[in-house]
């Protein structure tokens, strides 16, 4: 049996494609596990950073709330003792009004104790030196 050189050639060429077309399905099946390991992997981890996330936004928002409300109570408690700091000093300003208006009374009660008291030193010096010089006239006569 004689066997033509162009028959060998297709018998072979025919084999290398029945081999590359098994290959190629071989590795589109490779490929395409891999694609949907890939997708699967990167459905759960998006699931996983999903819920991460909304466990940081709940746990966030919470916090505000409490900050907020941290912040409410304390404003009021600013505005009540801003309200008493200024009643102190409207207060205190009273008191320093009539403290000043009393010193006046005082001062003006005691200016004519302290004329009076001036006099009577002033008269009491003069009388001292009259005296003394009537003492001196004296004891020059004894």
Same mark, same amino acid.
């Given at each position: 049996m004689i066997v033509r050189k162009s028959r060998i050639s297709q018998l072979i060429k025919k084999e290398r494609t029945r081999?590359?077309?098994?290959?190629?399905?071989?590795?589109?099946?490779?490929?395409? +596990?891999?694609? *949907?390991?890939?997708? +699967?992997?990167?459905?759960?981890?998006?699931?996983?950073? /999903?819920? *991460?996330?909304?466990?940081? !936004?709940?746990?966030?928002?919470?916090?505000?709330?409490?900050?907020?409300?941290?912040? +409410? /109570?304390?404003?009021?408690?600013?505005?009540? !003792?801003r309200r008493r700091e200024e009643y102190l000093e409207q207060l205190s300003s009273e008191f320093e009004d009539i403290v000043d208006v009393m010193n006046v009374k005082v001062q003006e009660s005691l200016q004519p104790f302290l004329r009076t008291r001036a006099k009577i030193e002033n008269t009491k010096r003069k009388s001292d030196k009259k005296h003394e010089k009537v003492e001196s006239i004296f004891r020059a006569i004894k």
């Open positions: 081999e590359r077309r098994l290959c190629q399905k071989e590795t589109n099946t490779r490929l395409q +596990d891999l694609k *949907e390991q890939l997708v +699967d992997q990167y459905t759960l981890e998006m699931r996983a950073m /999903r819920k *991460e996330y909304r466990q940081q !936004v709940k746990n966030l928002e919470k916090e505000n709330h409490t900050l907020k409300r941290e912040l +409410d /109570r304390n404003f009021a408690v600013y505005q009540r !003792v």
